[in-house]
């Protein structure tokens, strides 16, 4: 079965300290996009990053990098420098090709507290 | 504000009651998709429309729930006889037709259901 794994419910974070957060995922597919979203308490997802299965660097956004290693099929967020706004629910999600890649398939998410 | 939007953020509605959610979607997104998220989940996928045509239907989407598009525009989202087990956060989401997998999918911020 495709789906994905976040091993950590919550994580803790000092701020202005770099944060990993842990997504492995499960998939027969050779072509697939793996995402990482940001759900606040308003309960917006809020798009961060993209990694596709074929990039051979590892995508960054700003503060955020995706950690990816295809053979270990893991998609880790690395959150530098962080700071209290990034206290939040985290998602990490895949896209396949059946169906035309229109589904996501999420993880059950980490909430990230950063502490000042 | 041009992102998704949806209405009512908040819901309270008595079992058996019928409840309506509407979408509106990025303006030049041809792609709307629907998904349910409970407490301490990550989001579901329930169904997709691609303009005015729905394509795609999760089993997670019983004969009491149907969705509809009707210009290829705004999305609305219907449950009748509700019971205590639609109790969820509705999310909305939209994006571009590319069939690709790193095609961006944008949220709204979600329309919460209650049922008492």
């Known amino acids: 079965a495709q789906k994905i794994t976040q091993t950590q419910p919550g994580m803790f974070v000092q701020e202005k300290e770099a944060v990993t957060l842990d997504c492995t995922y499960d998939?027969?597919?050779?072509?697939?996009?793996l995402f990482w979203y940001k759900q606040p308490s308003s309960g917006e997802m809020i798009f961060l990053i993209y990694?596709?299965?074929?990039?051979?660097q590892n995508a960054t956004e700003g503060r955020y990098s995706l950690n990816f290693q295809k053979a270990r099929k893991s998609a880790n967020l690395v959150i530098s420098a962080s700071q209290l706004g990034d206290s939040a629910m985290y998602f990490c999600?895949?896209?396949?090709?059946?169906?035309?890649?229109?589904?996501?398939?999420f993880g059950a998410g980490t909430r990230l507290a950063v502490h000042p | 504000d041009t992102g998704v939007s949806q209405d009512p953020r908040h819901k309270i509605t008595k079992r058996g009651q019928n409840v309506t959610f509407r979408c509106d979607p990025i303006?030049?997104?041809?792609?709307l998709y629907w998904y349910r998220q409970t407490l301490g989940q990550g989001p579901e996928f329930l169904t997709y429309?691609?303009?005015?045509?729905?394509?795609?239907k999760s089993r997670l989407l019983s004969d009491r729930f149907s969705a509809e598009r009707p210009k290829g525009s705004f999305s609305t989202l219907e449950i009748q006889r509700t019971e205590q087990g639609d109790s969820a956060m509705y999310l909305c989401?939209?994006?571009?037709?590319?069939?690709?997998?790193?095609?961006?999918?944008?949220f709204g911020e979600g329309s919460w259901l209650t049922v008492v």
């Open positions: 989401a939209s994006s571009p037709q590319t069939g690709l997998p790193g095609n961006t999918i944008y």
């Open positions: 998939t027969s597919d050779q072509s697939y996009g």
């Open positions: 990694q596709g299965s074929y990039d051979e």
């Open positions: 999600a895949m896209r396949r090709p059946s169906g035309g890649y229109n589904k996501l398939i």
């Open positions: 303006s030049e997104h041809n792609r």
């Open positions: 429309f691609q303009n005015e045509a729905q394509l795609e």
